[in-house]
């Protein structure tokens, strides 16, 4: 205790030194962990709202056209600067965020001759928010670790409009002097969970969009045995919300689509069949069966060789309001449900 000279006693606060790093090589940082630059490559769908995120939350955003300038345009009356390529964006940002369709595009954008690492100081940190393989993360990790680059893999699920929000679930995979340093960043874009090393953030990104592919063809199957038999399908949903077989597909993401009649929009059917097949390519490697995610990818290819590929994927009804003997209904297809 010490003493003032009004006589008042006051407490005196003694800090316990910080803990000493030695013995945790991994709690040293390799490289500044502020970020303030942010580069962006991929302004699609959901790029362009991640991107006006990043500058809403104060970031300094860079960005490169990928294939249309509409969306930089955009951004740049928001205060998006431009570079020319990824390259560029690698040498004057402190991040760099990818959000393209494939790993092709992704091995495009960070190995080409304009790629991210040909312009990568070390010390960058590259985070990529497509949906590709993990064993497909993995490698670029591998590859940007090489040459002093971080990684981390941070698909999103929740579609444009939590986009725009800023309110996206997003899994990451990462080491977790990666996460710290990305953690900011992806904060102004949604909610993070930091979900394992490399290639986890991908993992789980792939169980969601194997459990959304095959409840989706369980409610088209399920909603169309009810029409077909008479039933009132607004009845069968109210009934539904409070039985086991309630989902989120059916309480909210059906109403906005096929039950209003809107296949137009949503998330591309294509997208979906291309997550499917990375799935299965990650499965192939753990020697795991998955039998009903490789029928419902032949399901969705079915419907995307029938020109299906760029409606959401609850175009899949088409495939049970179409069968043969049923000519009399196949001319309801793309209008609300029970107007036939």
């Not at 990684?151 to 710290?180: C, K, N, Y």
């Not at 979906?272 to 499965?283: E, I, M, Q, S």
Request: with cysteine.
């Amino acid at each position: 205790m010490g003493r003032l000279t009004d006589g008042v006693t006051a407490a005196v606060i003694v800090e316990a030194p910080s803990p000493r790093l030695e013995g945790y090589p991994e709690a040293a940082p390799k490289w500044p962990l502020v970020i303030a630059r942010v580069g962006f490559v991929g302004l699609g769908a959901m790029g362009e709202p991640m991107a006006r995120s990043l500058r809403r939350a104060g970031f300094a955003v860079t960005a490169s056209a990928h294939r249309r300038r509409e969306a930089l345009e955009r951004l740049r009356a928001d205060g998006v600067s431009e570079a020319n390529d990824p390259a560029e964006l690698a040498a004057g940002n402190d991040a760099v965020i990818l959000c393209v369709p494939d790993a092709p595009q992704v091995d495009d954008a960070v190995f080409g001759p304009r790629g991210v690492l040909a312009g990568a100081n070390r010390g960058l940190l590259v985070i990529d928010m497509s949906t590709i393989s993990p064993v497909a993360s993995r490698r670029v990790a591998e590859r940007l670790a090489e040459n002093g680059v971080e990684f981390v893999d941070a698909p999103v699920s929740g579609g444009p409009a939590r986009a725009a929000e800023g309110t996206l679930t997003i899994m990451v995979g990462a080491s977790p002097q990666a996460f710290r340093r990305a953690e900011p960043v992806l904060r102004a874009m949604g909610n993070s969970h930091h979900l394992g090393p490399v290639g986890m953030g991908e993992t789980v990104k792939l169980v969601n969009q194997i459990i959304i592919a095959n409840v989706m063809i369980a409610n088209a199957e399920g909603l169309l045995f009810a029409q077909r038999a008479g039933a009132d399908l607004g009845a069968v949903r109210a009934v539904l919300a409070s039985a086991t077989a309630s989902n989120y597909l059916l309480a909210e993401w059906l109403p906005k689509t096929w039950l209003a009649g809107k296949l137009e929009g949503g998330f591309a059917l294509d997208l979906l069949r291309k997550d499917l097949a990375a799935a299965l390519d990650a499965a192939r490697t753990l020697d795991y069966p998955m039998p009903a995610t490789g029928l419902a990818y032949q399901l969705y290819t079915i419907r995307s060789a029938k020109g299906d590929g760029a409606l959401d994927y609850s175009a899949i009804v088409k495939s049970y309001e179409r069968n043969p003997g049923d000519e009399a209904r196949a001319d309801t297809v793309g209008q609300k449900p029970g107007l036939q």
